[in-house]
């Protein structure tokens, strides 16, 4: 609908210019929103107070939206109504009985509704959760996970054409303080006194790994050449977390085309020949030893590290060239989810990609607030040896794939977000991602119903659209059609919540429709087109779902 109202939008003011009623050297990108008030329709555009700041002749919004209304030709009769409102703004009244006839496209594409080609096949690389590969993933990334990958499923329903990448941050002093850590653990288990290195990792994890490698390998490393030693336990523990990783993420749902180690962007000096580049480029200057990045050029509020003052390489050093690669690669849009603790580390790295020559806006970061855990509305300590829960795989054991992935999406990702574990595993509608599954059930058993009774599941050119005319039905009926318009919005606003919002209300409408009404009564003709409806509902609840990455059940 959306689409059609802004085609009309264009041809009237084309139609205005062509007749030299409006003057203008650029035409405007025309918006649609959708009122909070329904009494202002139900779209509306700002489309002439856009203009009225292009046009050659001066003249106010509300003049140039009454010159619009008149070359506005509404050939498929659409429109009930056009109203004019406060200094300008254009709102749109749809016929009613047209609604209706919208549901002939989700009858069409089924499982495909909502799709575009929106994207053009543009390659968009995703980069998410990226937890250094030293201990097992918590809450936290595994927000960032379903950001990442809910929002990969919208933009390659939408057209993109997307991968989905992990960059594993496995070079440096994390690292190393892994090795030390398990190496510290592996000598005590062999009756040694030993200091435990500062910094290092205390998990039970890190013992788990000391007792393996002892098994394997017995005490053939108590003496051996210690960076030698502490490079075989590093290479041994981060492997196997990275493993675990891999594990839990897939239980997740969460598959990745590629995982990027951070390693290979040492090899062949690829970091420091690009600093080399850029310095020889002006970007790079020194100060003694130490080699700053001119990030300041761009709009940050100091010049960076990017070589310390002892020879290392900064993160920036790294991530710089880890942005040159996925470039380099052929990808047109970047798109990196952080967690919002690195809310300061964005100006830096839009300017290392326009130092690098790319455009400002191909870079786009989605920042991830932090989850509080809670128990019957109570924080839960974060701590394993009080025996509660911290890791991913721990929550979703407990609660389920199709609740911690639905629970994580209930609020804007840059919000912080309380995550109840006793409200995600109760069988209630106090429950949304039970209330939205329940939904989805409901319908299939009525359609189980409808065909015991005798009755065919309707195609469109089987009912009278024109039956389904109670307010509640034009409801339904304005929330569904409007879904390819959600997910086209949230793949351009980088949003995935969206799709959760929209699935509530959904919900909440269909049962308080059905509550209400019977979908089979003794009148055959409005049954079948009241069947036809729910089954509506039903293939954009799970299309839905589908792009969240939850189940749609056919029975609770």
């Known amino acids: 609908m959306k689409k059609r109202l802004v085609g009309l939008l264009n041809n009237a003011v084309n139609s205005c210019i062509d007749r030299g009623l409006i003057e203008t050297g650029t035409l405007p990108f025309i918006e649609l929103e959708t009122p909070k008030d329904i009494t202002h329709g139900d779209y509306a555009s700002n489309v002439a107070m856009v203009l009225a ?23 498929d009769h659409i429109l009930e109504r056009i109203e004019i409102a406060g200094p300008g703004f254009i709102n749109f009244f749809i016929r009613e009985n047209y609604w209706a006839t919208l549901l002939k496209e989700i009858d069409e594409k089924k499982d495909h509704y909502g799709t575009s080609d929106q994207g053009r096949g543009r390659k968009i690389l995703v980069e998410f959760v990226s937890a250094n590969p030293t201990g097992p993933l918590h ?45 510290s653990r592996y000598l005590a288990l062999l009756g040694e006194t030993v200091d435990f290195p500062e910094g290092g990792y205390q998990g039970d994890y890190i013992r788990d790994f000391a007792e393996r490698i002892m098994k394997k390998d017995g005490d053939i490393h108590r003496n051996g050449e210690q960076e030698e ?8 523990a981060a492997g196997a977390i990275l493993d675990e990783i891999k ?25 420091e020949g690009l600093l080399a580049d850029l310095e020889s480029k002006g970007f790079i200057y020194h100060d003694g030893e130490t080699r700053w990045f001119k990030t300041t050029d761009f ?68 920042l991830v607030q932090l989850v509080n855990l809670l128990r019957d509305g109570k924080p839960v300590a974060m701590s394993t040896r009080a025996g509660e829960f911290v890791t991913l795989r721990e929550v979703v054991d407990e609660v389920g794939r199709d609740a911690a992935r639905y629970n994580f999406l209930m609020r804007r990702s840059d919000s912080h977000l309380d995550f109840d574990l006793e409200l995600a595993k109760k069988q209630s509608n106090e429950n949304p991602v039970y209330y939205v ?12 119903f409808a065909e015991e009774r005798g009755y065919t599941v309707p195609t469109y050119g089987q009912v009278d659209p024109n039956l389904l005319n109670l307010p509640e039905e034009i409801q339904l009926i304005k929330v569904i059609t409007r879904f390819p318009e959600l997910v086209e919005g949230a793949a351009l606003n980088l949003e995935p919540h969206r799709l959760t919002f929209y699935l ?44 969240l990455g939850v189940t749609a059940p056919e029975k609770m």
């Not at 054409?161 to 070079?171: C, K, L, M």
């Not at 599954?437 to 319908?443: G, K, S, V």
Request: some cysteine.
């Open 53 to 75: 700041s292009r046009v050659k002749k001066k003249m106010p919004p509300r003049k140039i939206a009454e010159i619009m209304l008149g070359c506005v030709e509404d050939r």
């Open 437 to 448: 599954q329940y939904a989805h059930a409901r319908i299939c058993s009525i359609l189980r």
């Open 139 to 183: 809450i936290g990334h595994g927000r960032g996970a379903v950001v990442g990958d809910v929002l990969a499923n919208i933009l390659g329903a939408s057209g993109y054409a997307v991968f989905r990448e992990y960059y594993i941050n496995d070079t440096g002093n994390q690292m190393n303080n892994l090795g030390r850590s398990v190496f």
């Open 299 to 366: 709009g940050d509020e100091k010049d960076r590290v990017v070589i310390r003052k002892n020879g290392e390489p900064t993160y920036f050093a790294a991530d710089i060239a880890y942005h040159q690669n996925k470039y380099a690669r052929g990808f047109d849009t970047l798109i990196d989810i952080w967690g919002a603790d690195h809310h300061g580390y964005i100006p830096r790295m839009l300017a290392c990609i326009q130092s690098l020559g790319y455009e400002k806006d191909s870079l786009k970061i989605v």
């Open 247 to 271: 594990e839990d993420l897939r239980a997740f749902g969460v598959v990745f085309e590629n995982y990027f180690s951070e390693k290979d962007l040492y090899r062949d000096e690829c970091v």
């Open 229 to 236: 030693v502490v490079r075989y336990f590093t290479q041994y």
């Open 504 to 547: 509530n209300d959904l919900a909440a409408i269909f049962h308080s429709y059905y509550n209400k009404h019977k979908v089979i009564s003794d009148d055959e003709r409005l049954s079948l087109a009241r069947i036809f409806l729910v089954k509506s509902v039903r293939t954009v609840v799970k299309n839905t779902l589908g792009l």
